[in-house]
T-cell receptor, first 112, second 111 residues
Framework: ETGVTQTPRHLVMGMTNKKSLKCEQH?????MYWYKQSAKKPLELMFV???????ENNSVPSRFSPECPNSSHLFLHLHTLQPEDSALYLC???????????FGSGTRLTVV | SQQGEEDPQALSIQEGENATMNCSYK?????LQWYRQNSGRGLVHLIL?????REKHSGRLRVTLDTSKKSSSLLITASRAADTASYFC???????????FGGGTRLMVKP
């Protein structure tokens, strides 16, 4: 365990479903991140929250909706996804600048 | 746009040999970081080197940074089969603590 917990580990959903990914950290970090990792592509930054405020929305389609209710929890709400959204979704946190990220184990999402 | 690009994309060596991976980037940076990922898992932070540093060591890892060439290298000495993984460089270009990752180097260490 890294201190960043993601649930579920695996998720299969239809294109009309609504689901949510959850990320939780109790490391006292101030910033949390969602990254998408697709096959044969670099990690793509999706969203950044710093002290519970969204500071980056990297041109992500509106079918992905983040939520950060407090500094320890981060959600990614999914609706009407496409098959190309199938990927490993990684959550990470960091205490401040000039520190490395702590990643969760990821949620493997398959859209059918 | 992709900031860091690793070279080679794949590397296969025998246990006990050294492994060297390179990373090039395009813009000025605050720091550069290296991460390791075992298949289908999350990334693990290995080492961070700041823009005013030239070399850093951590156990069997040695990282160099050449800001004039916008490049970094990761050296793993005396490799072990357990070092088999993908290795990524990531750059912090100063816009908050947001990292941009490269495509990674897949390292295979044969026993």
């Amino acid at each position: 365990e890294t201190g960043v917990t993601q649930t579920p580990r695996h998720l299969v959903m239809g294109m009309t479903n609504k689901k949510s990914l959850k990320c939780e950290q109790h490391l006292g970090h101030n910033a949390m991140y969602w990254y998408k990792q697709s096959a044969k592509k670099p990690l793509e930054l999706m969203f950044v929250y710093s002290l519970e405020e969204r500071v980056e929305n990297n041109s992500v389609p509106s079918r992905f909706s983040p939520e950060c209710p407090n500094s320890s929890h981060l959600f990614l709400h999914l609706h009407t996804l496409q098959p190309e959204d199938s990927a490993l979704y990684l959550c990470a946190s960091s205490p401040d600048r000039d520190y490395g990220y702590t990643f969760g184990s990821g949620t493997r999402l398959t859209v059918v | 746009s992709q900031q860091g690009e690793e070279d080679p994309q794949a590397l296969s060596i025998q246990e006990g040999e050294n492994a060297t991976m390179n990373c090039s980037y395009k813009t000025s940076i605050n720091n550069l970081q290296w991460y390791r990922q075992n298949s289908g898992r999350g990334l693990v932070h290995l080492i961070l080197i700041r823009s005013n540093e030239r070399e850093k060591h951590s156990g069997r890892l040695r990282v160099t940074l050449d800001t004039s060439k916008k490049s970094s290298s990761l050296l793993i000495t005396a490799s072990r089969a357990a070092d088999t993984a993908s290795y990524f460089c990531a750059t912090d270009a100063g816009a908050g603590n947001m990292l941009t990752f490269g495509g990674g180097t897949r390292l295979m260490v044969k026993p």
